[in-house]
Each structure stands twice: as C-alpha cells, then as structure tokens.
Nanobody, 117 residues
C-alpha cells in the first residue's frame, strides 16, 4: 500500500523556520521525482519545490533562497526546510511523488503551515 505521510507543520512567527518531512512507503522512492506543493485558502495548488532522483532541485521563484528540498533515500523521506517564513507562505503543504512504469502520481494528506505573529 502506497503512503506519503507529512509531518512538521504548525504555527510559526514571521522570520522563523520550519522543516517538513514526508515519509514514503509502498513504492520505489529513489526512482521517483519528489515534490512539495502548497495550497492557500481560495487559491490553486502550486508547486513549491521538486527534486529529481539525481538530486537536482527546482524552486518556485517565491521561495528561492529561503526553502531547500532534500531527500534521505535510506529513510525514503523527503524534507522541505523553510527559512525566513512569511505570512504569504501560509498554506496546506502536500508532498507528491511521480514516476515509475506505468506512470504513477501519489499525494500525501497535507500538513498546515501558518505564519503569523
């Protein structure tokens, strides 16, 4: 059974940091592209960051220089280190894995991040 389980969300003040984790199981983690998306109230879900199986990361312009995506293949886990958080980063964050043959796309259940003073 495929599972993506996020953790690490919460309430944080502007300028502080959070690290999200997403533990994967049930598929070949190292062969998939791992990503983080977010969805703010009233807005569409947007791609925040992704990392290929080769370890190459890509970021939305809004988070470049503040967020870092990484993986630990030994733990089948993808992380999102979020620094210098802003109120506009408030959203539900979802991890996503895509790849395999046949092509599959998997989603986590989401974790709430609220940036507020």
């Amino acid at each position: 059974q495929v599972q993506l389980v996020e953790s690490g969300g919460g309430l944080v003040q502007p300028g502080r940091s959070l690290r999200l984790s997403c533990a994967a199981s049930g598929f070949t983690f190292s062969s998939y592209v791992q990503s983080w998306y977010r969805q703010a109230p009233g807005k569409e879900r947007e791609l925040v960051a992704s990392i290929s199986s080769a370890g190459v990361g890509n970021y939305a312009d809004s988070v470049k220089g503040r967020f870092t995506i990484s993986t630990d293949v030994s733990k089948d886990t993808v992380y999102l280190q979020m620094n210098s958080l802003k109120p506009e980063d408030t959203a539900v964050y979802y991890c996503n894995a895509r790849g395999g043959f046949p092509w599959r796309v998997y989603w986590g259940q989401g974790t709430q991040v609220t940036v507020s003073s």
